[in-house]
């Protein structure tokens, strides 16, 4: 089954304890993404990756790290964790980059992961 | 900055009743578009999309949106809602501009529907 998969689902944590939340697809897309999302802000877009080593920064990187050394998998690093990086956090995929019209470029989302830090 | 308004945080209706949700979003140049739906505790799932052509898109559901480029906006339809249907609601954008690789989501529209 083609699939965007997150872990943790759920990760209570203490300010300034380094997390990684994991993302993984199957799907052998080239673009991959974080957002977070919080009442009344949508979803804003932490980090990107058109490919392989080919990372960039959304609209809210600070205090956050991403890495893509495999093609499937594109985790989320918390270096030091505080209380205002609560949030629900999604990860995405898609075949191609967003800019591309030609491509099928659909983004596929991840079940989500409930971070709090207290 | 671009950015991406949808003219209502909450919608309240009953079933059977018509629904509209407002986006508008601010840029000049060629954009792809997106609703997304989030039913609760769930993650996002695509309702449709445009890229090209007929403005007018149908997505699944029963929903459709349509384009309309000299206003900017994008507006999600549905003539008969459900129960079902209670479910959060994003527009997005994604601005067509050489190797500009974002895609912008508007705060959200909460949609609740009563039997």
């Known amino acids: 089954e083609a699939q965007v998969t997150q872990n943790p689902r759920y990760l209570i944590t203490v300010t300034g304890k380094k997390l990684t939340v994991t993302c993984s697809q199957n799907m052998n897309h080239e673009y991959m993404s974080w957002y977070r999302q919080d009442p009344g802000l949508g979803l804003r877009q932490i980090y990107y990756s058109m490919n392989v080593e080919v990372t960039d920064k959304g609209d809210v990187p600070e205090g956050y790290k991403v890495s893509r050394k495999e093609k499937r998998n594109f985790p989320l690093i918390l270096e030091s964790p505080s209380p205002n990086q609560t949030s629900l956090y999604f990860c995405a995929s898609s075949f191609r980059g967003l800019a591309d019209r030609n491509a099928y470029n659909e983004q596929f989302f991840g079940p989500g992961t409930r971070l709090t830090v207290l | 900055a671009q950015s991406v308004s949808q003219h209502n945080h909450h919608v309240i209706l009953s079933e059977a009743a018509s629904l509209e949700l407002g986006c508008n979003y601010s840029y000049g140049g060629t954009v792809n578009l997106f609703w997304y739906v989030q039913y609760p505790g769930q993650h996002l799932q695509l309702l449709l999309k445009?890229?090209?052509?007929?403005?007018l898109v149908k997505g699944i559901k029963g929903f459709e949106a349509e384009f309309i480029k000299s206003k900017f906006s994008f507006n999600l339809r549905k003539p008969s809602v459900q129960w079902s249907d209670t479910a959060e609601y994003f527009c997005?954008?994604?601005?067509?501009?050489?190797?500009?690789?974002?895609?912008?989501f508007g705060a959200g529209t909460r949609l609740a529907v009563h039997p």
């Open positions: 997005a954008v994604t601005l067509i501009s050489g190797g500009y690789n974002k895609l912008i």
């Open positions: 445009y890229f090209s052509g007929d403005p």
